[in-house]
């Protein structure tokens, strides 16, 4: 009718985007690497999990329809290295009992991954990569050594300890850069049964000074010693959290 305002147009709901599923659950997954394992870069390592956990069946979550299931590494792990309990997070649509989810990823790992134990933890808490703080090591360095140069690696390791700084050089972006070790190694001790000769070390991951690598303190303790170390394999034993190091 004349005189009337017009009829305002009712909004039409957005069916172009799908819905998806809420997040409801998050597990925490303590998997290991064997030392025979595909050798794949970081990028490659990450597809072939999110392959495998998508073959799972388990109803994994996403940020948007047609996207890729979220995941959350705790640490990236170097290639050709082993790893006794590594971290990372898988987020669910729906609350899945441990049995189920274990009986879904025991056989779905990538090769040369297995399954060791697994959690539900909160699914509000922080995310995994921001919390892992160190890791620690297993390095084999075989029966090279006699008693002599082993008792002189246990001093180079006091020294090392001792030491406010022990300056290295790496390349970082196809540069040449001098960084400091020091405060990326947070402990180190030699072991192993004669004659083979281990080192365990304890690296630190730092947002600012980058990451503690073993064969770095390998080789720094090679320099005290004066004498070069060989490495026969690495190790990985755990990723440390950050309220764990205390």
Known sequence: MPGLPESP??????????????????????????ADAPPLAQRESADAWLEAMEATGLPLYRTAAGTRPKIAFGAPLAMGIAA????????????????????????????????????????????????????????????????????GLATAVDVFLASKRSMRERVKGGATVA?????????????????????????????ELGTGRPEEAIAALGDLLGQPLAIESIVRERVVLGDELD
């Open 179 to 207: 960084y400091d070790l020091r405060p990326l190694v947070l402990d180190v001790r030699v072991g192993g049964e004669p004659p083979r000769t281990e080192v365990w070390t304890r690296t630190r991951f730092h947002p």
């Open 9 to 34: 147009i009712p909004l039409q709901p957005d069916v172009s985007a799908e819905a998806v599923p809420a997040a409801v659950q998050r597990w925490r997954l303590v998997v290991a690497r064997s």
């Open 84 to 151: 006794e309990a590594e971290l990372l997070d898988l987020v669910l649509t729906e609350r899945w009992p441990i049995w189920r989810v274990r009986g879904a990823l025991v056989d779905g790992l990538p090769m040369g991954w297995h399954l060791v134990d697994l959690y539900d933890v909160w699914l509000a808490g922080p995310p995994l990569p921001g919390r892992v703080a160190a890791a620690e090591y297993r390095i084999d360095l075989g029966t090279a050594l006699d008693d002599a140069a082993r008792t």
